[in-house]
């Protein structure tokens, strides 16, 4: 299986940042290229979309200044069966930035970069995309919810005969 494993050529691709040439050179992004590879420098997208549950996934125009929040706002902000604690961001570049991350920084189109504390305050750049996952209820909490019911149940039965029996005596 090693041996195998080794034969298998990588699939995909490799995002770099381009930059100028005095600050590009000999940075970790300058890396080699190696027969059958491409540099392929597609357009950059002047969109933000805003997908999962939210009341209408869109591709936004892009707005500097703008932040998850506003965004979420124009599509009509968040459906109850959303997981607002499972948010994430994909940049262009293929970086992801989570709700469950404690700050965030993010690269702005101008080079600099910003750290915010708030998820909601980030502010995407052109081409990247909100994701808003569904909200999962797991067999555990079903299967909770239902031995509480059976114990209330239960409990008011009793208490249902208790109160029988003291009406005979």
């Known amino acids: ?30 890396i080699e290229l190696e027969p059958g590879d491409r540099l392929s420098i597609p357009a950059v997208p002047q969109y933000v979309s805003v997908l999962g549950e939210v009341y209408n996934r869109a591709a936004l125009v892009y707005e500097p200044q ?32 989570s709700n469950t991350q ?31 996952p569904r909200r999962v209820i797991t067999t555990a909490t079903l299967r909770n919810i239902r031995d509480i019911v059976q114990i209330v149940f239960q409990s008011v039965s009793s208490l249902g005969v208790i109160a029988a029996l003291a009406a005979a005596l």
Request: aromatic fraction near 8%; hydrophobic fraction near 45%; glycine fraction near 8%.
């Open 1 to 30: 299986m090693l041996e195998r494993l080794k034969t298998v050529e990588p699939d995909g691709r490799v995002v770099i940042r381009l930059a100028a040439l005095e600050t590009f050179a000999g940075s970790a992004q300058d």
């Open 66 to 97: 703008r932040t998850i929040g506003d965004y979420l706002n124009k599509v009509g902000g968040l459906k109850p069966d959303a997981d607002t604690d499972q948010m994430y961001l994909v940049q262009l570049d293929g970086t992801v930035i």
């Open 102 to 132: 404690s700050q965030f920084a993010v690269v702005l189109a101008s080079g600099q970069t910003m750290r915010f504390k708030d998820f909601f305050m980030v502010q995407p750049q052109p081409g990247d995309t909100i994701i808003v």
